[in-house]
């Protein structure tokens, strides 16, 4: 059995049935893929998988689909492959994901690109939104796209314009890994504005379908194809979503998968984040800066660091300190028991506080009387 | 012991210590106003309490106090007054608010305005903010409010610009009630720009405080301030916050408490939303319209609609009817061979889906090829 004989049977196996056809997969499975694609041929199958394949039984483009496949550099990728994801597709295992259409691994992959699909989904995170983006969605999901890129993980997104195309474009700009599932062929650029944009990602990432070639991109393909790009994701992140979203549904993939589902929010008076505002009111976790992502997606103890809080004059001043500082007015000076009164503290208690507050700079006194030092340094942290 | 002997003994007890005082709080509750009065201006009293008024001892305004309030039509509200809102104040039993700093109820209060307290705290909602706030911040902020007051729901803040102003003034617009909270006396109006804004809730909501007339606001006020526009919600909206605001303040204080904490998003890129971000990360429910706000403070059974979602032509398809739609081309016409190739299905298995499409209106044969109609009805939901 040659490996080319396998290659063809593969690529013939690939367009007999819609994928997923699981009754197909079990098929190949026990059968091999050169005996499978015979019996097939010979009509010797069981009537469930008979039923399934009975429209394009008779279609067999294998050698033109491989051909076109080298001349462009790409490879089909089998579960009998090295790179074959097997530990990302265990999500397929689980029923909740069974029990949603088309819930199940496909059954092999046509793709093109130097990224390893292996690798890519041992340290990837999907970026996906609505073709409707606004400025502010394209910005962010650019800015998340770019950091995330920048720190090694590959970002996975779907190709459509907006926020999928500026999530690419700008892991490309970093000379990241970016990862585009097709729901249609590997040959059928969908957008066809995205062609050049598909065609740079070819060259330093990945482009990847279960679709074979020639194949057009239909609503439900669009849908199969979002499992894929969630099982391919230790994190989805929703950058901007309409209320009705193929967003929706990968982040509803990722759920079933036990993935985390992330969500970007925007201004509530914008339509394009209605849909994120629902994933978050579900639980969906905010991001708003890349690390946040790398913190899940990442390896442990890729923690992100606290966002940085401004620091006030006030800071690290004790109870008594504070209440003594406040009651010196903002301009002009105060006694003693000006103060007490003010702060409602006995006389004597003053004393303390204000002494700690003189030694670091913060008060001053003259003639009897406190008065605040302003511009004093700042504390140390 | 007349009326205004009592009152005289509230007035001058509410300077003596600084707000709150738990041991003068005691005091009172043991022997009476007007015998506790007495007490501690003979100095009997127990040392731990002799401490907390030494200062302002000597300090005796209330006949001025009781003058200027009365003239400006204003009430103490005391523990005594069915007013007295006793089951919002019950949150200052928990251990969690009693271990912050200040985390007792106030001993009384002064109050100008018609709105009762305990129905302000029986349906109430805070909606809080940075004063650096943005014109998003303010129009949410102003829409949310008017949203509340509308459905009777009391808006209670801190009179502060920005987010605080916004929500006040939306409340006013819609002839709602709005709570103004202050951290210095009630004839202190602060800030000085508010002036107007406070005498407007004057006359038709509460402004109320627990600091004695001409007290100053300062800063430890605002934080002793903040639990009580927490204590008096059921719910504390922030609606624009930074990283270090005083609205995470009485957010944290709400959370103590067992308050619903709610934030309401807003771009990542937004330094006035970072802090709302922040609380959604930990937990805060997010908000996006005045309902969701009436589904945590109303009464039972009162729950926000979902929002609406948008149709499109194949809601209500069956998984075969839309995969044999889809197989149909955006122009022209396909014959039975042609959809059943391209939806993957026998070709027997697609007659029936189509007849249905045809029934319904969204396809239509003609000389044996089928074709979408455009401009097909809605389908009833």
Known sequence: MTVDAVRRAWAYLSRVAESPCPALTAFVAG??????????KAGAMPSELAGRIAARVHIDTASEDLEMLDRRGGRLITP??????????????NDEVQRRESGRHPMVLWAIGPARLDEVAARGAAIVGTRAATAYGEHVAADLSAGLAERNVAVVSGAAYGIDGAAHRAALGVDGVTVAVLAGGIDVPYPAGHSALLHRICGTGLVVSEYPPGMRPARHRFLTRNRLVAALSGATVVVEAGLRSGAANTAAWAEAMGRVVCAVPGPVTSAASAGCHVLLRRGAQLISRPEEIIEIVGKIGELADDPEHPQTPLDGLSREEMLVYEALPGRGSRSIEEIAVEAGM??????????????????????GQWRIVRDAPQPAR
């Not at 059968?31 to 694609?37: C, D, L, N, S």
């Not at 994801?85 to 397929?92: D, E, K, M």
């Not at 004597?348 to 006194?365: D, F, K, S, T, W």
Request: avoid cysteine; hydrophobic fraction near 45%; aromatic fraction near 6%.
């Open 31 to 40: 059968h091999g893929p050169v005996e499978a694609a015979a019996r097939i």
């Open 80 to 93: 009998d492959d090295t790179e074959w994801p097997h530990l990302a597709f265990t999500v397929f295992d």
């Open 346 to 367: 006995p006389a004597e208690q003053v004393l303390g506080p204000l002494a700690l507050l003189e030694i670091a700079g913060r008060v001053q006194r003259r003639e």
